[in-house]
């Protein structure tokens, strides 16, 4: 379904993603990885637009997707978080939504917007400002919200679970398998705890200074050395 082909992304002298290849289908589950810098990010930026590669190709469902817009990604099926959750602070949660919805399917459609909201646990907090009012947990919520408004085939996940307690990162584990499982897409999320990958991911690649490393399952991945060494630090000694 998603097909990257030797990208390389620079930023003036600094490569920040290295001739990377990698393939994914719709179904599978993968966690991306690696040390802060890595190019983890910017990789995203690039599937979902805002980025334009150096060089080499990305296909989404067999079509050429490097020269389209954000929004056409979007319709393609194409779906992301981000980082810093980015609502539109003005807007309430639920204006939000149908802003994320517009965008990435050309509609606003209200009934699935409700069914959303309840989804993620969003829906008593429908009308209170996506800013002031909402906790860390909310707005990562909304973030993933904002997301699967625009119907993708695949999601696109950066850090959604860090900085959650213990027992939100359980449920919003459960309900991205949950998501996953229902609406038959695939996941791709960017997650720097391990034991959280493993739980989650059938599948895990690891980006070290823009390279990918490593790529296969997580049990395995794991204990490679060039991996260990690259979690640990000696790498960037
Ligand atoms: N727009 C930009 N202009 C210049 N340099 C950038 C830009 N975006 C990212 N970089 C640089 O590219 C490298 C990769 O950054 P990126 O944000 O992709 O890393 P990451 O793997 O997501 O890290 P983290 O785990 O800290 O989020 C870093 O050195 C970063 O400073
Ligand atoms: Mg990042």
Redesign the pocket.
């Known amino acids: 379904m998603l097909e990257i082909r030797d990208i390389t992304?620079r930023?003036?002298g600094?490569t920040?993603?290295n001739q990377v290849n990698f393939q994914m289908q719709a179904n599978e589950v993968v966690g991306l990885v690696?040390?802060?810098?890595?190019?983890?990010?910017?990789?995203?930026?690039a599937i979902s637009g805002l980025?334009r590669p150096s060089s080499g190709q990305i296909t989404f469902q067999g079509r050429d997707i490097l020269k389209m817009p954000q929004y056409q990604r979007a319709r393609l099926g194409i779906g992301r978080s981000f980082?810093i959750p980015q609502p539109m602070h003005e807007l309430t949660v639920r204006e939000n939504l149908i802003v994320a919805q517009r965008f990435g399917t050309g509609t606003v459609d209200p009934e699935k917007l409700e069914e959303l909201l309840q989804l993620m646990s969003l829906d008593r907090k429908a009308h209170a400002a996506a800013a002031k009012d909402l906790a860390l947990t909310e707005l990562k919520a909304l973030e993933v919200a904002k997301a699967l408004a625009t119907e993708p085939q695949m999601l696109l996940l950066?850090?959604v679970l860090a900085g959650l307690e213990v027992n939100g990162k359980a449920l919003f584990m459960k309900l991205l398998k949950t998501i996953q499982q229902s609406r038959g897409i695939g996941i791709l999320i960017?997650e720097?705890d391990i034991e959280t990958i493993m739980r989650l991911c059938d599948r895990v690649c690891v980006?070290d200074f823009?390279q990918l490393i490593a790529d296969g399952k997580p049990d395995t991945v794991f204990k490679l050395p060039e991996v260990i060494r690259s979690y640990t630090g000696e790498a960037h000694a």
């Open positions: 992304i930023f003036g600094l920040a993603v690696g040390p802060n810098g890595a190019g983890k990010t910017t990789l995203f930026n980025v980082q950066d850090e960017i720097h980006l823009g």
